[in-house]
């Protein structure tokens, strides 16, 4: 009896064996690929972060911070150029979707590209609001609202404190 189910047993293993080998076999077609220069995470431990940002930055990017309206350094910038995460420098805003929210934050109706950033809800302090996180870095950027100007009717509200701005070249 104790032979036959070691014997039903092994024959089990091998069926599964089989399974996962045809399995394996089916993941290594092709797929098409949806992104072709697909955005390479940058992966860094707590301590890696709070080593390489600012007391503020670390606060907004890696624990969702707020910085208080009116003192970033960049909510009254008007300056024609590019926003980067401060964490990795991925291109997140042109200053041309830039506009005036009188909200004290840097605000912007439009990410520089559809892969710059990405959204979640977020449902903290009884608010419902959807979170903009750095794609790269998984970092907090701040939040979007449906209150923006056209085109887009959006307002990405975001704190200074995690993003770099770099003027344009003349
Ligand atoms: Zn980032």
């Known amino acids: 009896m104790n032979r036959r189910l070691q014997m039903i047993g092994g024959l089990l293993a091998m069926l599964l064996l089989i399974g996962y080998g045809s ?4 993941s290594k077609t092709p797929k098409p690929k949806a992104d072709p220069k697909k955005t390479e995470m940058v992966v860094k431990t707590d301590a890696e972060w709070k080593k390489i940002l600012t007391p503020m930055q670390y606060d907004v990017l890696r624990h969702a911070g707020t910085e208080r309206p009116y003192s970033g350094d960049t909510w009254n910038n008007h300056e024609a150029g590019v926003y980067r995460c401060a964490a990795d420098g991925n291109l997140l805003f042109f200053s041309k979707t830039k506009f005036e929210s009188g909200t004290g934050w840097p605000s912007f109706w439009e990410p520089a590209t559809r892969t710059a950033v990405k959204t979640r809800a977020d449902r903290t ?12 870095c998984g970092g907090h950027l701040g939040h979007v609202f449906n209150d923006g100007p056209q085109p887009t009717g959006l307002r990405y509200c975001m704190n200074s404190a995690a993003m770099k701005f770099e003027k344009a070249k003349k």
């Open 125 to 136: 302090d009884g608010m419902d609001r959807d979170e903009v996180i750095c794609i790269k």
């Open 23 to 26: 399995l394996a076999q089916h």
